[in-house]
T-cell receptor, first 114, second 114 residues
């Protein structure tokens, strides 16, 4: 399994500002994913980030709002731009295991927008 | 688009009681199925998975799940729960060949009382 860390673990931000969340993996992985878990709801995939290519966004999520970088095989960032209180969520990154489709998850970043 | 339904949002059991958490998905093709668990304050962890073969799969900590294709179900079971099983449980599905997108159910919060 992979060990995944995220920074920051939590933050409180003012509306209109932006926050960049970092995801670091202890091994090289091809596919990384970013999810959102809104209060009381399940996890929803925001985008898939492959190294060396543009991220692929799911319906309802756009690059201008959630720009993603994937500079190498062990690191990715997700930026939540021009935040509003509706962006208050837990944001998680995950990576695909080297075999099969299972994914390993980071600890999440708890974001509160005031 | 596929969806995943978990019928029980909150379950309270006494120690040693048997557990069954329901999970149904809405996709007629080939799927990979997962149960993830999130213990209080911890990461999402993979509990068990089904890719192919024996429809009864065994996971960690005595959990098992049965894939019933005709019912589009993948229910999680444990014969005798322990207090340490208190956690949130998520069922998830990947459509094989569908880009490794994990679709999660809404989660079931399990509380085991002493």
């Amino acid at each position: 399994s992979a060990v995944i860390s995220q920074k920051p673990s939590r933050d409180i931000c003012q509306r209109g500002t932006s926050l960049t969340i970092q995801c670091q993996v202890d091994s090289q992985v091809t596919m990384m994913f970013w999810y959102r878990q809104q209060p009381g709801q399940s996890l929803t995939l925001i985008a898939t980030a492959n190294q060396g290519s543009e991220a692929t966004y799911e319906s309802g999520f756009v690059i201008d709002k959630f720009p993603i970088s994937r500079p190498n095989l062990t690191f990715s960032t997700l930026t939540v731009s021009n935040m509003s209180p509706e962006d208050s969520s837990i944001y998680l990154c995950s990576v695909e295991a080297s075999k099969g489709n299972e994914q390993y998850f980071g600890p999440g970043t708890r974001l509160t927008v005031t | 688009a596929q969806s995943v339904s978990q019928h029980n949002h909150h379950v309270i059991l006494s120690e040693a009681a048997s557990l069954e958490l329901g999970c149904n998905y809405s996709y007629g093709g080939t799927v990979n199925l997962f149960w993830y668990v999130q213990y209080p304050g911890q990461h999402l962890q993979l509990l068990l998975k089904y890719f192919s073969g024996d429809p009864l799969v065994k996971g960690i900590k005595g959990f098992e799940a049965e894939f019933i294709k005709s019912k589009f179900s993948f229910n999680l079971r444990k014969p005798s729960v322990q207090w340490s099983d208190t956690a949130e449980y998520f069922c998830a599905v990947i459509i094989t060949g569908g880009g490794n997108k994990l679709t999660f159910g809404t989660g079931t919060q399990l509380k085991v009382e002493l």
